[in-house]
């Protein structure tokens, strides 16, 4: 089923999104703060959406829409284990007009919520690059809370930077 927020839509991503999804993967401002990975090309994120396992409990990705229906970004969540109830959460979005809209605050707390009520999860972590100032501050705005850093485990220009991990339990989530 699709997640619906105030403001975004939640939903099944598919072949038709690579040529989206690879112009984010090579957008520098987009990646700043995420590990870039190697050059693919649009062919290989095709085959790559075209041939994972369909959406279930241990890896679910969703593209994020916004109002008018434009696909802008994606939430993932992953590495669900039932004897913990705990995934990971990666979120991004990649149509920069886009941000700064409150769309990936919605964003976050409708996968929170879907993670918690529909999957049952327990408790949700996600680390985050301490200089990403906007992505913390909407962590912790929906409840996420600082556990620990991370030190030195990533490099932008030239320079070796801290990770928060966070986590937020069912209860924090607002
Ligand atoms: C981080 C990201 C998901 C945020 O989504 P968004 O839709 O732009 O965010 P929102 O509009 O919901 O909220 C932005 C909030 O951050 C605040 N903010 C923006 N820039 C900021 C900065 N430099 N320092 C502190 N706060 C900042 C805004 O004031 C706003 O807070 P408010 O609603 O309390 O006023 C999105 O910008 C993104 O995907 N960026 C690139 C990829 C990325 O960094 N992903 C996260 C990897 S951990």
Same mark, same amino acid.
């Given at each position: 089923?699709?997640?619906? &927020?105030?403001?975004?839509? !939640?939903?099944?991503?598919?072949?038709?999104?690579?040529?989206? !999804?690879?112009?984010?993967?090579?957008?520098?401002?987009?990646?700043?703060?995420?590990?870039?990975?190697?050059?693919?090309?649009?062919?290989?994120?095709?085959k790559?959406?075209?041939e +994972?396992?369909?959406?279930?409990?241990?890896?679910?990705?969703?593209?994020?829409?916004?109002?008018?229906?434009?696909? *802008?970004?994606?939430?993932?969540?992953? &590495?669900?284990?039932p004897?913990?109830? *705990?995934?990971? !959460?990666? *979120?991004?979005?990649?149509? %920069?007009d886009?941000?700064?809209?409150?769309?990936?605050t919605?964003?976050?707390?409708?996968?929170?919520?879907?993670?918690?009520?529909k999957? +049952?999860l327990?408790?949700i972590?996600?680390?985050?690059?301490?200089?990403?100032?906007?992505?913390?501050h909407?962590?912790? %705005?929906?409840?996420?809370i600082?556990? &620990? +850093?991370?030190?030195?485990?990533?490099r932008?220009? &030239?320079?070796? *930077?801290d %990770?928060?991990?966070?986590?937020?339990?069912?209860?924090?989530? +607002?």
């Amino acid at each position: 089923m699709d997640a619906y &927020g105030d403001q975004v839509r !939640l939903r099944a991503m598919d072949v038709a999104d690579a040529e989206a !999804l690879w112009r984010w993967n090579h957008d520098a401002e987009v990646m700043r703060w995420m590990d870039e990975g190697y050059a693919e090309t649009t062919a290989q994120v095709a085959k790559w959406l075209g041939e +994972r396992p369909e959406n279930a409990y241990g890896d679910v990705l969703f593209g994020v829409e916004e109002p008018g229906g434009t696909l *802008i970004g994606l939430v993932r969540l992953h &590495g669900a284990e039932p004897e913990t109830g *705990i995934a990971e !959460l990666d *979120i991004y979005l990649g149509e %920069k007009d886009f941000w700064g809209k409150g769309y990936g605050t919605d964003a976050m707390r409708t996968a929170c919520r879907y993670g918690f009520e529909k999957m +049952r999860l327990r408790k949700i972590n996600l680390t985050a690059v301490v200089e990403n100032e906007a992505a913390v501050h909407i962590y912790r %705005k929906v409840g996420f809370i600082e556990e &620990g +850093r991370l030190r030195q485990v990533f490099r932008r220009d &030239g320079e070796w *930077i801290d %990770k928060f991990t966070m986590g937020l339990l069912a209860h924090e989530l +607002r």
